[in-house]
């Protein structure tokens, strides 16, 4: 079945540094979503990508989709203690609309 | 008005117990998701209905049972409770492939 990888499982940065998180995934996915859970809660979507090459931008989140659309990253700018929490990447199977989440990224930050 | 409710928020039972997990969604969507979150925080798909319909279901063991009544409720029974059962249950939906919107979470502790 298809398995989407995130790495790394946990971050820590000092407030002011930048955040990058990588997903991949052993198959072609038709899409890539991205979502944040804040810690005691639950994940809260942020966007989605569809094209190949896809780039969006949120303030200071960077969303890319790869060329090959098997992989994703998350680049945040100048992380603030706001920013702490997990991120997933999910991808839709449009067949049978089954969402597969990936591993996460743990961010902590430090102030 | 909450997008997706689900009772209870805290449920803690001694094993060998029965209990039910209830989810309600307002947004008219489709489909609707039960989700088993760990102490890594990975979030594995349980079951999805579209339209009242199970249309997935992953390798859970016979003990949960999902139930839809409409397409806005999708409940969770679970019989005989294990200690390997404590995890956080989130209930999620979505609409064509778009977002999904998760409830708060039920904490399950099994003792």
């Known amino acids: 079945g298809q398995q989407v990888m995130q790495i790394p499982q946990y971050q820590h940065v000092q407030e002011g540094e930048d955040f990058t998180t990588y997903c991949n995934s052993s198959?072609?996915?038709?899409?890539i979503q991205w979502y944040k859970q804040r810690p005691g809660g639950h994940p809260v979507f942020l966007i989605q990508?569809?094209?190949?090459?896809e780039v969006k931008k949120q303030k200071r989140l960077t969303f890319q989709f790869g060329e090959a659309k098997k992989n994703s990253s998350l680049h945040i700018t100048a992380t603030q203690t706001t920013d702490v929490g997990t991120y997933f990447c999910?991808?839709?199977?449009?067949?049978?609309?089954?969402?597969?989440f990936g591993t996460g990224t743990r961010l902590t930050i430090i102030p | 008005d909450t997008a997706v409710s689900q009772t209870p928020k805290y449920l803690v039972t001694q094993m060998g117990n029965d209990k039910s997990i209830k989810c309600e969604q307002n947004l008219g969507h489709d489909t609707m998701y039960w989700y088993k979150q760990d102490s890594k925080k990975f979030l594995k798909i349980m079951f999805s209905?579209?339209?009242?319909?199970?249309?997935i279901n992953e390798t859970v063991p016979n003990r949960f049972s999902p139930k839809s009544p409409d397409k806005a409720h999708l409940n969770l029974h679970i019989n005989s409770l294990e200690l390997g059962d404590s995890a956080v249950y989130f209930c999620?939906?979505?609409?064509?492939?778009?977002?999904?919107?998760f409830g708060q979470g039920t904490r399950l502790t099994v003792v």
């Open positions: 990508l569809v094209k190949s090459g």
């Open positions: 209905y579209n339209n009242k319909e199970l249309i």
């Open positions: 999910a991808s839709v199977n449009f067949g049978n609309e089954k969402l597969t």
């Open positions: 999620a939906s979505s609409q064509s492939n778009t977002e999904a919107f």
């Open positions: 198959t072609t996915l038709s899409n």
